[in-house]
Protein backbone atom coordinates (compact mmCIF):
# COMPACT_ATOMS: atom_id res chain seq x y z
CA UNK A 1 0.00 0.00 0.00
CA UNK A 2 1.33 3.45 -0.99
CA UNK A 3 0.47 6.44 1.22
CA UNK A 4 -1.90 7.59 -1.29
CA UNK A 5 -3.78 4.82 -1.79
CA UNK A 6 -7.41 4.97 0.45
CA UNK A 7 -7.75 2.38 3.08
CA UNK A 8 -10.69 1.61 5.52
CA UNK A 9 -9.86 1.22 8.89
CA UNK A 10 -11.72 1.16 12.32
CA UNK A 11 -11.60 3.37 15.59
CA UNK A 12 -9.93 0.29 17.42
CA UNK A 13 -7.96 -0.93 14.24
CA UNK A 14 -6.56 3.11 14.42
CA UNK A 15 -5.94 2.87 18.36
CA UNK A 16 -3.88 -0.52 18.00
CA UNK A 17 -2.23 1.15 15.60
CA UNK A 18 -1.44 4.65 17.99
CA UNK A 19 -1.05 2.39 20.46
CA UNK A 20 1.74 0.18 18.71
CA UNK A 21 3.63 3.31 18.12
CA UNK A 22 3.64 4.30 20.82
CA UNK A 23 5.04 1.54 22.21
CA UNK A 24 8.09 1.16 19.09
CA UNK A 25 9.15 5.07 20.01
CA UNK A 26 9.03 4.20 23.52
CA UNK A 27 11.50 1.31 23.07
CA UNK A 28 13.73 3.15 20.78
CA UNK A 29 14.04 6.19 22.67
CA UNK A 30 11.93 8.30 20.97
CA UNK A 31 10.35 11.77 21.54
CA UNK A 32 8.29 11.66 25.14
CA UNK A 33 6.11 14.06 23.61
CA UNK A 34 4.73 12.12 20.76
CA UNK A 35 4.95 8.92 22.85
CA UNK A 36 2.16 10.63 24.82
CA UNK A 37 0.40 11.96 22.45
CA UNK A 38 -0.02 8.81 20.63
CA UNK A 39 -0.77 6.79 24.10
CA UNK A 40 -3.04 9.03 25.11
CA UNK A 41 -5.13 9.22 21.74
CA UNK A 42 -5.23 5.16 21.56
CA UNK A 43 -5.93 4.47 24.76
CA UNK A 44 -9.31 7.44 24.67
CA UNK A 45 -10.43 5.76 22.08
CA UNK A 46 -9.39 1.79 23.38
CA UNK A 47 -11.22 2.96 27.04
CA UNK A 48 -14.47 3.77 25.26
CA UNK A 49 -14.88 0.84 22.81
CA UNK A 50 -13.52 -1.62 26.18
CA UNK A 51 -16.40 -0.11 27.85
CA UNK A 52 -18.88 -0.62 24.98
CA UNK A 53 -17.79 -4.32 24.27
CA UNK A 54 -17.42 -5.63 27.86
CA UNK A 55 -19.60 -3.40 30.11
CA UNK A 56 -18.54 -5.58 33.34
CA UNK A 57 -14.44 -5.08 32.13
CA UNK A 58 -12.07 -4.30 35.04
CA UNK A 59 -12.65 -0.90 35.61
CA UNK A 60 -9.12 1.48 33.53
CA UNK A 61 -7.89 5.27 34.22
CA UNK A 62 -10.75 7.31 33.50
CA UNK A 63 -12.95 4.75 35.55
CA UNK A 64 -10.97 3.62 38.03
CA UNK A 65 -13.20 2.26 41.12
CA UNK A 66 -10.24 3.57 43.39
CA UNK A 67 -11.45 7.13 42.33
CA UNK A 68 -14.13 8.74 44.31
CA UNK A 69 -17.61 9.69 42.23
CA UNK A 70 -17.42 13.09 43.54
CA UNK A 71 -13.78 13.39 42.57
CA UNK A 72 -13.44 11.68 39.11
CA UNK A 73 -14.26 14.95 36.66
CA UNK A 74 -11.46 16.35 38.50
CA UNK A 75 -9.18 13.63 38.45
CA UNK A 76 -9.89 12.88 34.60
CA UNK A 77 -9.13 16.33 34.19
CA UNK A 78 -5.69 16.09 35.11
CA UNK A 79 -5.27 13.13 33.46
CA UNK A 80 -6.16 14.64 30.38
CA UNK A 81 -3.90 17.45 30.87
CA UNK A 82 -0.99 16.77 29.02
CA UNK A 83 -2.81 15.48 25.79
CA UNK A 84 -4.96 18.32 25.82
CA UNK A 85 -1.85 20.89 26.11
CA UNK A 86 -0.13 19.29 23.49
CA UNK A 87 -3.06 18.90 20.97
CA UNK A 88 -4.79 22.69 21.54
CA UNK A 89 -3.81 26.37 21.53
CA UNK A 90 -6.66 28.07 21.41
CA UNK A 91 -6.49 29.61 25.11
CA UNK A 92 -3.15 29.05 26.12
CA UNK A 93 -0.16 29.34 23.17
CA UNK A 94 2.20 30.77 25.10
CA UNK A 95 1.85 28.74 27.76
CA UNK A 96 4.45 25.92 29.46
CA UNK A 97 3.85 22.28 31.32
CA UNK A 98 5.62 20.32 33.44
CA UNK A 99 5.44 16.91 31.95
CA UNK A 100 6.93 13.56 33.42
CA UNK A 101 6.84 10.70 30.79
CA UNK A 102 6.35 8.43 33.23
CA UNK A 103 2.68 8.85 32.33
CA UNK A 104 2.64 8.04 29.06
CA UNK A 105 3.66 4.38 30.75
CA UNK A 106 0.05 4.80 32.69
CA UNK A 107 -1.75 5.05 29.20
CA UNK A 108 0.16 2.27 27.60
CA UNK A 109 -0.11 -0.11 30.06
CA UNK A 110 -4.40 0.53 30.08
CA UNK A 111 -4.30 0.78 26.47
CA UNK A 112 -3.20 -2.88 26.52
CA UNK A 113 -5.29 -3.79 29.54
CA UNK A 114 -8.64 -2.01 27.10
CA UNK A 115 -7.51 -4.62 24.38
CA UNK A 116 -7.37 -7.26 26.50
CA UNK A 117 -10.77 -6.64 27.71
CA UNK A 118 -12.29 -6.40 23.98
CA UNK A 119 -10.52 -9.81 23.40
CA UNK A 120 -7.79 -8.83 21.33
CA UNK A 121 -4.59 -10.86 20.79
CA UNK A 122 -1.55 -9.10 22.53
CA UNK A 123 0.90 -7.88 19.56
CA UNK A 124 4.79 -8.52 19.81
CA UNK A 125 5.04 -4.79 21.07
CA UNK A 126 2.88 -5.10 23.87
CA UNK A 127 3.92 -8.32 25.21
CA UNK A 128 7.17 -6.49 25.00
CA UNK A 129 6.26 -3.70 26.69
CA UNK A 130 3.88 -5.29 29.46
CA UNK A 131 7.18 -7.30 30.05
CA UNK A 132 9.68 -4.85 30.43
CA UNK A 133 7.32 -2.94 32.99
CA UNK A 134 7.41 -5.82 35.21
CA UNK A 135 10.56 -7.08 34.85
CA UNK A 136 11.81 -3.87 35.98
CA UNK A 137 9.21 -2.91 38.56
CA UNK A 138 7.82 -6.43 39.41
CA UNK A 139 6.41 -4.58 42.66
CA UNK A 140 3.57 -3.92 40.10
CA UNK A 141 2.22 -7.62 39.94
CA UNK A 142 0.38 -9.11 42.72
CA UNK A 143 1.41 -12.20 44.28
CA UNK A 144 -0.40 -14.23 41.92
CA UNK A 145 1.51 -12.49 38.87
CA UNK A 146 4.82 -12.65 40.59
CA UNK A 147 4.56 -17.07 41.04
CA UNK A 148 3.96 -16.76 37.39
CA UNK A 149 6.80 -15.01 36.47
CA UNK A 150 8.79 -17.15 38.49
CA UNK A 151 7.60 -20.16 37.32
CA UNK A 152 7.91 -19.42 33.73
CA UNK A 153 11.54 -17.87 34.08
CA UNK A 154 14.68 -19.06 35.75
CA UNK A 155 16.11 -15.79 38.12
CA UNK A 156 19.39 -15.90 35.94
CA UNK A 157 17.31 -15.48 32.68
CA UNK A 158 15.29 -13.08 34.74
CA UNK A 159 18.15 -11.13 35.43
CA UNK A 160 19.63 -11.24 32.15
CA UNK A 161 16.36 -9.79 30.97
CA UNK A 162 16.53 -7.21 32.66
CA UNK A 163 20.34 -6.21 31.70
CA UNK A 164 19.33 -5.81 28.25
CA UNK A 165 18.81 -2.73 26.68
CA UNK A 166 15.28 -1.52 25.76
CA UNK A 167 15.51 -2.15 21.94
CA UNK A 168 17.37 -5.47 22.57
CA UNK A 169 14.54 -7.01 24.73
CA UNK A 170 11.82 -6.25 21.92
CA UNK A 171 13.59 -7.44 19.58
CA UNK A 172 14.29 -11.16 21.83
CA UNK A 173 10.49 -10.59 22.51
CA UNK A 174 9.64 -10.63 18.65
CA UNK A 175 11.72 -13.77 17.99
CA UNK A 176 10.79 -15.42 20.81
CA UNK A 177 7.22 -14.90 19.61
CA UNK A 178 8.05 -15.76 15.95
CA UNK A 179 9.53 -18.95 16.99
CA UNK A 180 6.03 -20.01 19.18
CA UNK A 181 4.05 -19.16 16.01
CA UNK A 182 6.76 -21.22 13.54
CA UNK A 183 6.09 -24.30 16.22
CA UNK A 184 2.20 -23.41 16.00
CA UNK A 185 2.23 -22.62 20.08
CA UNK A 186 0.98 -19.20 19.20
CA UNK A 187 -1.25 -17.42 16.84
Request: hydrophobic share 40%; net charge negative; aromatic share 10%.
Amino acid sequence: MTDSQNFKVTKLDAAQRQLRTAILLWFSGGDPISIHSLAYAAYEVIHAISKRHNPQRRDLLFDSRFIREEARSEFNKLLKMHANFFKHANRDANDTIEFSPMISETFILHGILGLDACSMPKSDEEVAFASWLFLHDIELLTQEGREMFANIISIDDFNEMRRMSKPQFLEEVRMGRAELRRLGQLS
